[in-house]
């Protein structure tokens, strides 16, 4: 294959992807491919997959069928597939999918450079060459990868292997190339960002890495996701309330807060832990956000564990929950359990805690109402720039909506007062 032949990246999944996909481009471009983002204006077309529960394998499926129809049509000469589907399933998609090229797991994505510049030496090599899929003022870090917890719902252990954290100096390097860029905001991913550090220095380093990050100048805001609740760094709390860069955001995937059910889950944790938590978090920062997800219709879930975190959301009220119906995986502990829960109980649990947490959401979003806050510009659309607050993670937290200026640009940071408020976004001007 030609260096001229242009290649589209298809990128399905978690933030964590996102980055795997960004480092492929840069070390695509690197070596002389060009990398379109249309899949009509390209050659060769590489899926990075997500395969962590049944919805995201049938939704990735159905992606793969277009893009081999497009194949099979003659409108691509090469179809590459990689990421986690491809680890959780190789075989049975090699068999499926036989037109496939080449189908490289979540390790091996420099594989698809040397597969496809098989004629030469790579020029690059993976690390260190990302173009961003994001916009250009934000960017994710990826701090690890995989995870050395248990849970018992959970397959990613078994296709993204074990915890292997990035040393401190390369991610501040990463992150320095990010900065020069024009990166304004970082935010820390990975599978569980608590346990960082601990298998390459033998104890959580996650604070360290943290304070080496806000020395970074052009850093204005270090957003911190996927915190595992039952080993946040000690000091962590105060880092963040001390610490002006570090966003007043706390995302804990707590997942449920019924003793038996976190038992079941082998979550290492309790409700009178998490409760403390919060507690801890509300009493040193009073103005922090916390953002949990949940998974509702687990196998042993009762009607009177249900209702316990019913009523935990209504106590605690937290600012965002996502939830999730319980997908029975192949290969996770929980599967011996089946999956008893049908599903029209699954997803009228889901419904009773969107319920719950809309009317949370609103009466926190109302609160806002004449205070200003400051915001970042992540687009413009319809005349309104679209913004987010330090409580805002992109793709799955609130909007501020703000009314186009032409002395305002997409990437800035603004003062806004807020004047209205909706359920889950809200309305502002400039301050
Ligand atoms: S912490 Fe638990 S839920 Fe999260 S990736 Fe690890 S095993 Fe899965």
């Not at 917890?149 to 292997?164: S, T």
Request: hydrophobic letters at 40%.
């Amino acid at each position: 294959m030609q260096n001229s032949k242009n290649i589209s990246v298809l990128t399905l999944g978690c933030p964590k992807n996102v980055v795997d996909s960004e480092k492929l481009i840069g070390a695509l471009t690197a070596n002389g491919f060009n990398v379109v983002d249309n899949i009509d204006k390209s050659e060769t077309c590489i899926v990075n997959t997500c395969g962590f529960i049944k919805p995201a394998v049938e939704e990735n499926l159905k992606v793969l069928l277009e893009v081999m129809n497009l194949k099979i049509q003659g409108k691509l000469q090469k179809v590459i597939v990689a990421g986690c589907l491809v680890e959780r399933f190789k075989e049975i998609l090699r068999e499926e999918f036989n037109e496939v090229d080449l189908f490289v797991g979540v390790e091996s994505l420099e594989q698809v450079v040397r597969y496809l510049k098989s004629d030469a030496q790579l020029k690059s090599q993976l690390l260190g060459e990302r173009q961003l899929l994001t916009p250009k003022h934000y960017a994710y870090l990826k701090i690890s990868e995989g995870c050395n917890r248990e849970c018992a719902f959970c397959a990613i252990p078994n296709i993204r292997g074990r915890l292997r954290s990035f040393p401190i100096p390369n991610l501040v390097e990463e992150a320095k190339s990010l900065a020069c860029k024009g990166v304004r905001e970082l935010i820390i991913v990975s599978q569980d960002t608590s346990s960082y550090g601990i298998d390459i220095y033998g104890e959580p380093k996650l604070l360290q890495l943290l304070r080496e990050l806000v020395a970074i100048p052009e850093i204005s805001w270090i957003r911190i996701m996927y915190l595992y609740p039952a080993g946040i760094p000690d000091g962590l709390i105060d880092y963040v309330a001390e610490e002006p860069k570090i966003c007043n955001y706390f995302d804990i995937p707590i997942q449920h807060i019924s003793d038996s059910v976190l038992k079941s889950m082998l979550r290492g944790n309790s409700k009178k832990n998490i409760v403390n938590l919060i507690e801890n978090i509300r009493a040193k920062v009073p103005n922090a956000y916390i953002r949990s997800t949940l998974i509702v219709g687990y196998p042993t879930e009762t009607e009177k564990d249900f209702e316990e975190l019913i009523q935990f959301l209504n106590d605690y009220e937290l600012e965002r929950v996502g939830v999730f119906t319980y997908s029975c995986e192949d290969g996770t502990y929980a599967f011996n359990f089946g999956d008893p829960i049908p599903e029209e109980t699954k997803n009228y649990r889901l419904q009773e805690i969107l319920k719950v947490q809309s009317k949370i959401s609103l009466r926190k979003n109302k609160e806002l109402v004449g205070k200003e806050l400051k915001v970042l510009i992540d687009d413009k659309n319809n005349g309104l720039y679209i913004c987010r607050t330090e409580f805002d993670a992109p793709e799955v937290d609130n909007l501020v909506y703000l009314k186009a200026d032409p002395d305002v640009s997409i990437g800035e940071f603004v003062n806004v007062e807020i004047l209205k408020a909706k359920t889950y976004d809200l309305l502002a001007r400039l301050k």
